[in-house]
């Protein structure tokens, strides 16, 4: 959904996604070793995002033919916010949202300016 926000020109406060845009594949189903208490989870689907936020999809069959000869595209993708504002603990204690308090603030500035 970020990723959608972002190519509609949205300014992002916060802190980072939990995890990179290219790290995402489809789980269809768990193999259990009951008498290990393991249970196995594959994917067999994978996304990754371009440098212009578009969605590829690969199966297990072309995901390496394409990413063999480019490990560079393997690195993490994160979409970092255009304001970065973490709540702290005193935050938390004192019921104050900092996050919430700046992108207030920033809608307002953007009212003043039209």
Do not use: H
Not at 42 to 68: A, I, P, Q
């Amino acid at each position: 959904m970020l990723v959608d926000l972002k190519k509609l020109g949205s300014y992002v406060i916060g802190t980072n996604i939990s995890t990179s845009l290219n790290a995402f594949g489809n789980v269809p189903s768990e193999y259990e070793l009951e008498n290990l208490g393991l249970i196995i989870k594959r994917s067999n689907n994978y996304w990754y995002y371009d440098d212009n936020l578009e969605l590829k999809y690969f199966t297990k069959e072309n995901f390496s033919s394409y990413f063999k000869n480019r490990r560079e595209l393997l690195v993490p993708k994160i979409i970092k916010p255009d304001k970065y504002v973490c709540n702290t603990v005193d935050d938390i204690i004192s019921n104050k949202d900092t996050q919430l308090e700046s992108a207030i603030n920033y809608v307002k500035n953007i009212k003043k300016i039209d």
